[in-house]
């Protein structure tokens, strides 16, 4: 009965922004981690970023700067702010969460950061 439903991708020039939507459903969204993965072509899934229930956040080195991980509980839903675009940010973001040690999935959502 968990859903996760991914929105916001597109194609941005380097340097510019995105956010990036996840709607949650069928569990209790407000107490969840959540997080964002992403995976580009021939390479592993990575982390992005997660979101406790009580909103403490981490991310990735990577990612730290750019990146901000935000939820809205009123919604069932998580949002990934992306900043300063680099082409190597190109990937199938996922959103996440973990429950009772099963890993949740959403379809991903594409994003292409090209000039």
């Known amino acids: 009965q968990v859903q996760l439903v991914e929105s916001g991708g597109g194609l941005v020039q380097p340097g510019g922004f995105l956010r990036l939507s996840c709607v949650a459903s069928?569990?209790?969204?407000?107490?969840?981690?959540m997080s964002w993965y992403r995976q580009a072509p021939g390479k592993e899934r990575e982390l992005v970023a997660t979101i406790a229930g009580g909103s403490s956040t981490n991310y990735a080195d990577s990612m730290k700067g750019r990146f901000t991980i935000s939820r809205d509980n009123a919604k069932n839903t998580v949002f990934l702010q992306m900043n300063s675009l680099k082409p190597e940010d190109t990937a199938v973001y996922y959103c996440?969460?973990?429950?009772?040690?099963?890993?949740?999935w959403g379809q991903g959502t594409q994003v292409t950061v090209s000039s």
């Open positions: 996440n969460t973990r429950i009772t040690g099963i890993y949740y």
């Open positions: 069928g569990f209790s969204f407000s107490s969840a981690a």
